[in-house]
């Protein structure tokens, strides 16, 4: 998460957060695998001042299995970047329950670092050190 | 100083209780509110923020969600900051007091306007590719979610849900 836009001003997400415009599901890292650094940035595609959120894999079973029948699937990508503890969840849409599921069940442990609605123009785009990228 | 000034506490919450009319000492401290201006108040900072923030989300460009967020569209925007002004003055007329009205962008192109009370949620959500708006309302028990028109009569009587 990276825009403020997204969460309230007690810092809970908002519902709307959950909308998947890609209908290819919402990306997360396992974070076994990541470190704070590399899964708020994106290993490198996401601006340095983003944010971080939360979830347990029973979390999102439990939000989302009614509808979807899908299980939280580890999904390790190459392109753009190489990850291995991309995990993909929630293909398709979700309804407004299961979004107010979602957002009781996410934690926002840090919360983007700029506080500003509309962000400055790019570039946005920061190079991490290779040493953070996972082998 | 006054007789009044010189009234004693006991004497003054007697005449409360009795129902009398009440003198009250200089400087007497009460839980009485003559009006709602603080709701009201409460109200107008809710939705002139929540306007202000409906108005930025037409500055926000392609990929403003670091994916592959859509810009928002004028009419989107135009219709969510008119349903935001009938909401206000529905409420403000029915003097519903609300916890809070949180604007919601999402990656699609649309727009949520939440409104919540101590134990409500009113949702409405505008989608540029829909000619409705949804309705989704949630209490304690229940959850239920339907498309209505976009006017205000039909706005009206959902939100008349927030007060019953």
Known sequence: MYNTAQMTKDGELKPAFFKDARQKGLSCDLARFSTARASRTGRGLRPKFSGLIEFSADAIRKATRELTKSEPAHDPTKDPVRNYSHVNIMPGSLTNDEREKMVSAAKVRIAPTQLRLVPERPPYIITLPKTDLPK | ?164
């Open chain 2, 1 to 164: 100083m006054s007789d009044t000034a010189m009234m004693i506490p006991e004497l003054a919450i007697g005449n409360i209780l009795s129902g009398s009319r009440t003198r009250y000492r200089l400087g007497y401290v009460t839980d009485c509110v003559e009006d709602n201006s603080i709701l009201i108040a409460s109200l107008e900072s809710q939705y002139l923020a929540a306007k202000h923030e409906v108005k930025l989300y037409g500055q926000l460009i392609q990929g403003w969600d670091g994916y592959d967020g859509e810009a928002f569209k004028p009419d989107t925007i135009a219709e969510a900051l008119s349903a935001l002004e009938i909401s206000y003055r529905f409420l403000r007329n029915r003097q519903v007091e609300l916890k809070a009205i949180i604007p919601g962008p999402a990656s699609d192109g649309s727009i949520d306007l939440e409104f919540r009370t101590d134990q409500k949620k009113l949702r409405l959500t505008f989608d540029p590719r829909m000619n409705h708006v949804s309705v989704f309302k949630k209490d304690a028990i229940t959850s239920t979610e339907n498309p209505v028109p976009i006017d205000a009569p039909h706005l009206e009587n959902e939100l008349g849900w927030l007060s019953s």
